[in-house]
Structure formats: structure tokens, C-alpha cells
């Protein structure tokens, strides 16, 4: 149980061009979901945390109109990276918590790997 | 906000050696201290948490000990074999958010 699929895998877009990542959780319903950027050799860092139907929560130092965030369902969010440049290139994790079972895990998903050209 | 700090940030161990990884945090509310072992390209993978109404829990050759007093926990890893060579992260939840540690690259030399 608690499997969480993102889509897709990896991408590449040119610059100035936008991608959308979705994250889905399949066999729970996530109250909540988190997107992460990795960059090669660091640290997973929280970007934004979005509830079922209301706006995310950005971490200082991220541009919400640059990272658009959508959690319309308790199953699915998206994350839009709006005109990327090549300094968005990197790994995006998603995860997400499923509160009626655990307040504390998160469960993972694959990760989509970024690459603007 | 929550502070961690991870080391040593490399660790190379003979196979069959034990490896201990430390975190420190810095916030007294964080109550739950996730370890999660990442290969190249793949997703964190839970190996090991630990809350903070506890003060050591083991799952074979892994250990996790917590010491809220001084805000550290560590992670021990016994009999190493080289299927453990990967990076590993611990992780403090603080405020519903988690922080991460900066990571261990361990690798087990056969």
C-alpha cells in the first residue's frame, strides 16, 4: 500500500516553455502533498506543501508564479514550472501523507527529472 | 525554522563493519526522525524512523537512537554488505514539514 506514481519520468523542454509534473497517490487519499527539488549531489529541499483545496504553502525563496501548484483532488497534484530557464534543470520529488493513517510518514514518489535546453 | 545538520558527509566502510551516521536539529518541537536511503536517480526510501516518545529502535542490522535532550539521533548500520553503498538521509519533522540533513554517501568496499 501507499504508492505514490508521478508522470513523467523525466522530460525535456526547451527554455521559456513550461511542464507540468503530476503526482498522484493510488491507493489513499493524500490530505496533503509535498514537492522537493533535487539537485545533483544535495539534499531534497521543500519547495511547496499543498492541501486538497486550498492554495500551497511556498517555502521561502521559491516564486509561486514560476512553481504553480495545484492540489485539486485528494489524489493528484501538479506542479507547472512556467518558463523554464536551464537553472531549473534538476530532480522533483513529490510526496504525500495520508493523515487518516499516519500524521508523521511521507510516502515518495519517483521523481521526474528536468532538463531545459 | 528547523535546522539539521548531517554527518560525516562521506563514510567508506569495509564490508562486514559497522556504520554510524549523526544528525543534529534544532528545533524542540520536532517529534518524529525519519532515515531514508537513496540510489542514484531513485526515490528516498524509508528505512528506519524513529519518534520522539522513544529512545532507540532497531530493525535487524539497523538502529536509529535519539537523544532529545541533547537534539541528536544517529543511525547504525551492522555487517555492512555492499548493497548498503548508497546515500543516506536523516530527517527531522518540524511544523507538519520535514527537513532533511545534507546526506551520507556511503559506500561498502567488498
Known amino acids: 500500500g501507499a504508492v505514490v506514481s508521478q508522470h513523467p519520468s523525466w522530460v525535456i523542454c526547451k527554455s521559456g516553455t513550461s511542464v507540468k509534473i503530476e503526482c498522484r497517490s493510488l491507493d489513499f487519499q493524500a490530505t496533503t502533498m509535498f514537492w522537493y527539488r533535487q539537485f545533483p549531489k544535495q539534499s531534497l529541499m521543500l519547495m511547496a506543501t499543498?492541501?486538497?483545496?486550498?492554495?500551497?504553502?511556498?517555502e521561502q525563496g521559491v516564486e509561486k508564479d514560476k512553481f504553480l501548484i495545484n492540489h485539486a483532488s485528494l489524489t493528484l497534484s501538479t506542479l507547472t514550472v512556467t518558463s523554464a530557464h536551464p537553472e531549473d534543470s534538476s530532480f522533483y520529488i513529490c510526496?504525500?501523507?495520508?493523515?487518516?493513517?499516519?500524521?508523521?510518514?511521507?510516502?515518495f514518489g519517483p521523481g521526474t527529472r528536468l532538463t531545459v535546453t | 525554522g528547523e535546522n539539521v545538520e548531517q554527518h560525516p558527509s562521506t563514510l567508506s566502510v569495509q564490508e562486514g563493519d559497522s556504520a554510524v551516521i549523526k544528525c543534529t536539529y534544532s528545533?524542540?518541537?520536532?517529534?518524529?526522525f525519519p532515515w531514508y536511503k537513496q540510489e542514484l536517480g531513485k526515490r528516498p526510501q524509508l528505512i528506519i524512523d524513529?519518534?520522539?516518545?522513544?529512545g532507540e529502535k532497531k530493525d535487524q542490522r539497523i538502529a536509529v537512537t535519539l537523544n532529545k535532550t541533547a537534539k541528536h539521533f544517529s543511525l547504525h548500520i551492522t555487517e555492512t554488505q555492499p548493497e548498503d553503498s548508497a546515500v543516506y538521509f536523516c530527517a527531522a519533522l518540524s511544523w507538519g514539514k520535514l527537513q532533511f540533513g545534507a546526506g551520507t554517501q556511503v559506500v561498502v568496499t567488498p
Open positions: 528545533d524542540s518541537a520536532s517529534n518524529y
Open positions: 510526496s504525500a501523507r495520508d493523515a487518516g493513517t499516519s500524521p508523521y510518514e511521507q510516502y
Open positions: 524513529i519518534r520522539s516518545n522513544v
Open positions: 499543498s492541501n486538497e483545496g486550498s492554495k500551497a504553502t511556498y
